[in-house]
């Protein structure tokens, strides 16, 4: 049974993978870690968990191996508006941070999963049906960064046969974690604002049209690669992979399905349209269904009702708790 840790646990993805890979492996198995200092209650309610910042290589190291680590889900990084506002320090955690987990997965013979993103490729990039193998010309310091990850891990599977893994995620949308600080963000406030006020500014424009995927897709897609026969793999880094291809129009008329009166407008922000102008409408991720068997199990309206249905219960709980 493997040892797994985790870095950048308490982001969006890490809050629901941590449990997924726990429920899989066995709590104990799993070590989540974070830059975030968390109260002493916080870290008990998620133990195993450690203070873990990965741009450090020394408590990298002495975290894999304290706890015999042998698999590492790599999530820490800033995601693409977050970096456009700080590119230099963006550069640091997202590239340090990896060559650090490599370095170490090279030390002590671990598997690592780094995510990639519709983010690795740009405006000279085929927009529609992105093809696995294509110009990968990204404009923004977070694409820049994924490029160079995929790159990076190709050259460690190839130079020193680590096992590395990875996926070109599309916008995610989930209720447990809030997002944090990337183009797509908009998909998941949408559903926030329309369970709260009934209406939603969106800061991209109507007919803006990227990748999506619900929560639950992009947790299964990641355990199942990281699960699969080495010798089908043709890729070592990256597989695209995509559940929807959507608007914010679209995603608006599918709430619309569950509340008629939800109404939406549109106040666009240049940084962020620019950034998504300049990534895919749309992947072809063949090639993970062709190698590792990927299919995802939301389309929009599934995504859309589970969503509504979810991040209801979980706000009526937060109204209820902070009324006692
Ligand atoms: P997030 O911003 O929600 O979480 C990132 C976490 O990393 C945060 O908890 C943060 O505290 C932590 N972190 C930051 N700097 C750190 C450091 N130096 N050391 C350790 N931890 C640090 O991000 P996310 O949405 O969970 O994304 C995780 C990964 O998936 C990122 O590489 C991101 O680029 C990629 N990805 C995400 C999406 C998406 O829509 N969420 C899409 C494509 C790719
Ligand atoms: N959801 C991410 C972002 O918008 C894409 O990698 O930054």
């Known amino acids: 049974m493997k040892n797994i840790l985790v870095t950048g646990a308490l982001g969006q993805i890490g809050s629901e993978l941590v449990p ?3 429920q899989r492996y066995g709590a104990g198995k799993v070590i989540a870690t974070d830059l975030k200092v968390l109260p002493p ?40 508006a977050s970096a456009e506002a700080a590119p ?31 983010g690795a490729f740009g405006p000279s990039t085929p927009r529609d049906h992105t093809p696995q193998v ?11 960064t994924k490029v160079a990850g995929e790159l990076l891990c190709d050259y460690y599977a190839s130079r020193f046969g680590i096992d590395t893994r990875g996926l070109r995620l599309p916008g995610l949308v989930s209720y447990v974690a809030a997002p944090g600080g990337g183009t797509t963000d908009y ?5 926030y604002h329309a369970l709260r006020y009934g209406r939603y ?17 992009a947790i299964a897609g990641m355990i199942h690669l990281m699960a699969a026969d080495a010798d089908r793999l043709r890729y070592r880094n990256a597989y695209n992979i995509t559940a929807m291809s959507v608007t914010p129009e679209d995603i ?18 240049p940084v962020r349209q620019a950034i998504a102008d300049s990534w895919p409408r749309s992947l072809d ?40």
């Not at 294509?134 to 404009?139: H, K, N, V």
């Not at 991209?204 to 990748?211: G, H, I, Y």
């Not at 608006?252 to 922000?269: C, K, L, W």
Request: hydrophobic share 45%; aromatic share 10%.
């Open 187 to 191: 998909a998941v406030e949408m559903f």
């Open 20 to 22: 997924a890979l726990r």
């Open 252 to 269: 608006a008329a599918a709430i619309r399905q569950h509340i008629p009166s939800f109404d939406i407008d549109y106040d666009v922000d």
């Open 134 to 144: 294509t110009i990968q010309r990204p404009t923004t310091i977070y694409g820049v």
């Open 88 to 118: 230099q320090f963006a550069w640091q955690v997202n590239m340090t941070g990896l060559y650090n987990v490599l370095e170490v997965a090279r030390g002590y013979g671990c598997q690592v999963f780094f995510p990639s993103s519709i």
């Open 41 to 80: 209650s916080g870290a008990a309610a998620l133990a195993p968990y450690d203070h873990l910042d990965c741009t450090d290589p020394h408590q990298l190291h002495e975290a894999v191996r304290r706890h015999e680590i042998d698999a590492i889900y790599h999530l820490a990084a800033l995601l693409s």
């Open 285 to 324: 991720d063949s090639a993970a269904h062709a190698d590792w068997d990927w299919a995802p199990h939301y389309d929009l309206s599934a995504m859309t009702a589970d969503m509504l249905v979810r991040l209801e219960a979980k706000l009526k709980t937060a109204a209820r708790k902070k009324r006692v």
């Open 201 to 217: 500014t969106c800061f991209l424009s109507a007919d803006t049209r990227l990748d999506m995927m619900y929560m639950p897709d």
